[in-house]
């Protein structure tokens, strides 16, 4: 029986509260695509790279985009909020505006 009551407590203390793990598990996901997104523009821009001040600064926004894109698509994959799109789509394009001004 005490079990049982445990169990209720448990369960009742976990739909008060506000955290949802599910959405933990979809940033550790999307933290993981960011890692991968920012290996694969770290090695492009590596190739384009020139000694130059903007191109730094480009590079590392660039980088940045590409990490935060990874994050925030992978969390819209999994609460399907809009606002998360919408971040994904930002960041894709901020991400490569400054890949396409290393580049070019």
């Known amino acids: 029986m005490d079990n049982k009551i445990k169990k209720e407590e448990i369960l009742e203390r976990n739909r008060k ?8 598990f979809a940033e550790i996901r999307g933290s993981k695509a960011g890692f991968i997104i920012f290996g694969v523009a770290a090695f492009i821009l590596m190739l384009f790279s ?19 894109l990874g994050v925030t698509f992978s969390m819209y994959r999994f609460s399907k909020e ?19 001004m290393v580049i070019l």
């Open 82 to 100: 809009k606002l998360y799109l919408i971040g994904a789509a930002v960041s894709a394009y901020a991400a490569a505006v400054n890949i396409l």
């Open 50 to 68: 020139v000694p130059d001040q903007m191109n730094v600064v480009y590079t590392i926004a660039a980088l940045s985009f590409s990490v935060l």
């Open 17 to 24: 509260s506000k955290k949802d793990e599910g959405l933990d």
